[in-house]
């Protein structure tokens, strides 16, 4: 398993956000990358793939493939296309693996897919979402997130966003 490398941790307050992280996001990314999101039900790792999806100009609606498990896209001016994978109801690596996806000309995102990347790929990108509630400046309750993105292997030692 390849070191981490913390590249960068920040508060999102709400799902515009999230949104606006994945456009930012989309921009570093390029063919044979892997993103793994990581977090809760809720948490915002659909709309954090919608963000990434508008930044890369993807076509068609990016919603969760739950019952598809993956769903690629084309986009607008690139032959690369963004892969959208829900790797919930998988069981192991090798059952990603049979999905048959193009890891080297795609771009992936797969949400739930931490401990699925064993073989798949010495490079990929972790985006750890985690729910907090947070009291704001009047006494409401505020649903926040933390967002820890961490790069494994060589591809993203040098990256920042």
Not at 20 to 32: K, P, Q, S, T, V
Request: no cysteine.
């Amino acid at each position: 398993m390849s070191e981490s490398n913390r590249i960068l941790e920040l508060q999102v307050n709400d799902a515009d956000e999230m949104h606006a992280l994945g456009i930012r996001l989309a921009h570093e990314f390029r063919a044979g990358d892997l993103v793994v999101l990581v977090g809760p039900l809720g948490a915002g790792k659909t709309t954090l793939t919608r963000g990434i999806g508008e930044g890369l100009h993807a076509i068609g609606n990016v919603s969760s493939p739950t019952f598809v498990i993956a769903r690629t896209h084309q986009r607008e001016s690139s032959s690369v296309p963004m892969v959208h994978v829900d790797a919930y109801r998988l069981g192991s690596a090798d059952e990603l693996d049979d999905l048959d996806i193009d890891f080297a000309n795609s771009i992936v995102i797969v949400e739930w897919g931490k401990g699925m990347l064993d073989g798949v790929s010495e490079n990929w990108l972790e985006v750890e979402i985690a729910r907090e509630i947070a009291v704001v400046e009047s006494e409401d309750e505020a649903d926040v997130r933390e967002v820890k993105i961490s790069g494994f292997g060589d591809r993203w030692k040098a990256v920042t966003f």
